[in-house]
């Protein structure tokens, strides 16, 4: 189990008490900030170190095989006794993902949040170079993600017979939503270190790409609604590569 000492008496009898960590011994007290940041965080024991290395071992297997119930199961336990761990928080939300029988607007939020929650321990990190590390492998995940979701519906979408509204609507929904993540998460970590803003960037891109070709799926009245929120990522993306161009749709009976 892991537990909090006293950086001042050595004990170990530390309680949250709001945004402080006090020591119940001496009365000292310690911003949690500074324990998420990892300075005065402790473990004991070499049995629960043991543990938890056993457990971050057994997780990452389940990632390199992509064994989505083994990698939900471990780094679930991760996080119970390592509530800070970004590669936990981030993996248990991305593991979960692939537990929805059809991924849709609700999932997606879902992953939205967990996300966020793990940008936010990175952001805490004192260390540049694990930070970029980490957000650097969030951005892969989630474009690998994005895509396979992605292409699936798609191509469930084309295969719609013409009269089938409701599953017509829920399609493009869910297309749409994954798109709104990567634009989402591209906001969530464009200032976390002088280099993250190339991830953002990236994502913005991605997003605005994959939202293009939706445009012959979408009423022609909704069409100016969407072009208004691409062009608003537009010139976020311009802030960094002035020389980027937005694309295009195809034309649709010549009107686009």
């Known amino acids: 189990m892991n ?19 006090v020591c119940q011994a001496c009365g000292t007290k310690f911003p949690v900030k500074e324990y998420i940041a990892g300075e005065n965080y402790q473990t004991f024991g070499e049995e629960s170190s043991q543990e938890l290395g056993n457990l971050y071992e057994l997780a990452r297997r389940a990632r390199e095989v992509g064994d989505t119930e083994f990698g939900l199961k471990y780094y679930s336990e991760i996080l119970i006794k390592e509530p800070y761990s970004w590669e936990a928080q981030f993996y248990v939300g991305y593991f979960r993902v692939f537990t ?14 967990s996300t966020a929650s793990a940008v936010s321990i990175v952001e805490y990190l004192e260390d540049v170079g694990e930070k970029n590390e980490a957000i650097n492998l969030f951005t892969d995940e ?12 798609l191509e469930g979408l084309e295969d719609l017979p013409y009269d089938d509204d409701d599953s017509y609507a829920w399609y493009i929904n869910t297309l749409l939503e994954l798109c709104n993540l990567l634009n989402y998460y591209g906001e969530l970590v464009e200032n976390v270190t002088d280099d993250t803003y190339q991830d953002a960037v990236n994502s913005w891109i991605y997003s605005i790409d994959l939202h ?36 295009k749709p195809k034309k649709l009976f010549g009107i686009i």
């Not at 100016?224 to 537009?234: F, P, Q, S």
């Open 3 to 21: 537990e909090l000492m006293c950086e001042m008496c050595g004990s170990n009898m530390v309680t949250q008490e709001g945004g402080f960590y």
């Open 142 to 153: 989630i474009f690998g993600l994005v895509e396979s979701f992605y292409e699936a519906y």
């Open 100 to 113: 929805y029988d059809f991924l849709d607007e609700r999932g997606i939020n879902d992953f939205c949040s």
């Open 212 to 247: 293009t070709p939706l445009y012959k799926h979408i009423g022609f009245l909704d069409k100016w609604e969407h072009d208004e929120y691409i062009d608003a990522y537009v010139e976020k993306i311009r802030q960094y590569d002035p020389d980027y161009e937005k694309p």
